[in-house]
């Protein structure tokens, strides 16, 4: 939290030498209590711009006056990022990205799933038929085709680590 603070007097520091962001852009002089300098540095004009432009200053000006000194940042922080996520894209903002991200962790948890499936499904085959272990035959097997139908295909004798590094090499590309 200390360094936080150095941040926001060195920003008011720098107040006095050159206008913040947020005063630049409005044309107007910037005053030792400026509410806009420590959040909007001379340095990041674009992010005022952005908030600027989706929120408008008076808003943001009543917004960041309505809550604590210590939860501004984070305010602002908010107001940047959902400014920024919404010039990239008007219609959805984040949420957007959040859907985006939803649809991810969908497929990695489907796909977890079939992993968790086929380790089940190897777990069974040891145990069914745990004297092949020694065997010339194949213990090991992955899972070819997808959904219901598919079935498992025998590997050779594990630790195969070139078969291993060809399958990975594979799948990647």
């Known amino acids: 939290m200390a360094g936080k603070q150095g941040n926001i007097k060195e920003f008011k520091h720098s107040s006095y030498n050159s206008p913040c962001a947020a005063c630049k852009f409005l044309r107007r002089k910037c005053l030792p209590g400026c ?98 272990r020694g065997s010339t035959d194949h213990f090991y097997a992955r899972r070819v085709g997808g959904g219901g139908t598919g079935f498992y295909q025998p590997l050779p004798s594990f630790p195969d680590y070139q078969y291993v590094n060809r399958q990975i090499n594979r799948r990647t590309q």
């Not at 990041?44 to 989706?54: A, G, L, R, S, T």
């Not at 920024?84 to 991200?101: H, K, N, Q």
């Open 35 to 132: 509410v806009f300098a420590p959040y909007f540095p001379p340095e990041d004009p674009q992010k005022f711009i952005n908030v600027h432009k989706i929120f408008g200053a008076s808003n943001v000006t009543k917004l960041l006056n309505d809550v604590l000194p210590h939860q501004r940042e984070d305010v602002v922080s908010s107001l940047a990022y959902e400014a920024e996520a919404r010039v990239r894209d008007p219609v959805y903002g984040c949420v957007g990205v959040i859907s985006f991200l939803q649809r991810q962790i969908d497929r990695l948890q489907k796909d977890l799933d079939a992993a968790n499936a086929d380790l089940i499904q190897m777990n069974s085959i040891q145990l069914v038929n745990p004297l092949q």
